[in-house]
């Protein structure tokens, strides 16, 4: 099945700026949703943004304003930029990608991750 590959982590100063980027390893299709979940240490994997295949998108309370996420559901890829980082955006970032559909009455749904990219907020 396909995979999701992230690049673009790294260690950054305060105010600072990061872009994060997600592609496939082969074709998704009917995808609904893209975007970015993060995991800090001691700390449950969060919702950061997503991005809709008709464009909207929805941010986390604490990166609104700082952050952007831009998607292309034909292409299968995924960014974030990140400006202004906070100590508090340390974390392990992971893409993700929903699709969903339907034939009839049935539904299909599926949820992809990827493994995971280090971003490090610190002087």
């Known amino acids: 099945q396909a995979q999701l590959k992230e690049s673009g982590g790294g260690l950054v100063q305060p105010g600072g700026s990061l872009r994060l980027s997600c592609s496939t390893t082969?074709?998704?299709?009917?995808?609904?949703?893209m975007g970015w979940y993060r995991q800090a240490p001691g700390k449950e994997r969060v919702l950061v943004a997503t991005?809709?295949?008709?464009?909207?998108?929805n941010y986390a309370d604490s990166v609104q304003g700082r952050f952007t996420v831009s998607g292309d559901s034909a292409q299968n890829t995924v960014s974030l930029q990140m400006n202004n980082l906070e100590r508090e955006d340390t974390a392990v970032y992971y893409c993700?990608?929903?699709?969903?559909?339907?034939?009839?009455?049935?539904?299909?749904?599926?949820?992809?991750w990827g493994q995971g990219t280090q971003v490090t907020v610190s002087s």
């Open positions: 993700y990608i929903y699709t969903w559909s339907h034939k009839g009455w049935d539904v299909y749904s599926k949820t992809y």
């Open positions: 991005i809709t295949n008709d464009g909207r998108t």
């Open positions: 082969e074709k998704i299709y009917y995808i609904n949703t």
